[in-house]
């Protein structure tokens, strides 16, 4: 069987081929060539952060993190020793002044105040016998300064009436009985001198022993009021009106005499603390004003106190608060604020850029070409906010400038966005 050979034409020959192949890579390289961004970097925009330049009043501020916290805090310490018997209230409750939050035990106590109620019963008894001792003693003494001055008296009558019949000569009374008138009648007035300084001694020395007996009647009767008190000690109430915020007890813990036993706060009074960091808190000064941010409203308040020590790297600012509290506040809500430290007017400024330093000149990526490059430009910043930054020089309103991180692209004076 013949087998028929197609005859093949040589590939040189096929020109109309060769041509329309070069003709196709050729424009396929130029298209390349054309699409090609010779840039020196090439960053996603989706990749980048930025910000526009803006013209107006520009509000220095300084942010911090803090909570709110009662003006006033009052911690309730023990004023007897017990055993916690019965626990009322617990921490977060509302409270009013004089409710009552825990019960403690203590039967010896208890006994105690029995005991020295009985002691002055009896004292109180053996007071009431003194003073009737004392005014039988008084009118003892009385009657026998009356006999004196009755003999007294008597005796000197008739030593008078002697000595009108001797000097008219009347021979019915002797010499020697008017002496012995007029030495009765001395003695007797001696007598009635010492028995009227006797009752005055007795009557001061009844008194000094009433004073003490009645000295020791109103020390125990202190010693009874003392465990008295103790006594109702024992049940604790709320002092103020409020938030019981802490109540670090257990039922059976056993408290000693002075141990905190709940804390107190009015939660209508409030101010808040700020947390600042040192180095922007050298810009806050009394009175500024400040705005808390509780996620849900915002309260003005001014600044109160500045703490002069640092702590962990931040300085507290006290901001007393002077707007109504919205229904929200509470003692250790989580709030922001921000202290407005000045006001310039007139000034050009855009949001903080990551690497943005106050008062120094640096570079930043502002955007070109309707966005699509990003050139490298020398920006001399002025003051700076928590948020924004002052531009002096290098930027003009309007400037789209990258705020995100430049670390990767920040060796190259231009890049461009895809």
Known sequence: MDIIKTKKTPFYKKKAAVFSVAAALFAGAVYGFAQVDFASATVKRSNLLTAEVKAGEFTIKVSGH???APRDVRWVASNVEGKVEKILMKPGAAVNQGDLIVELANPELKQKVEELQWERTALEAELAALKVSQQTKLLDMQASLLQTKMAYDKANMRLQAEEQLIQKGNATVSRLDYESSKLTVSQLKETLAIDKRREMQLGENLKANLTAQQARLEKLNKTIERAEFQLASLKVVAPVSGILQAMPLELGQRVSLGSNVAKFAKQDDLIAELKIPELKASAIALGQ?????????????????????????????DVELETPLPQEARPDLSVDGDIIVAKKSNILFVRRPAFSQAERTLSAFKLVENGRYAEKVAVTYGKASSTEIEIVTGLAVGDQVVISEQSEFSRHARVALN
């Open 66 to 68: 803090g909570v709110l």
């Open 289 to 317: 004003s400040v705005a808390i941010d509780t996620r849900f409203n915002t309260i003005m308040g001014k600044v109160k106190r500045i703490d002069p020590a640092v702590v962990e790297g931040t300085v507290q600012v």
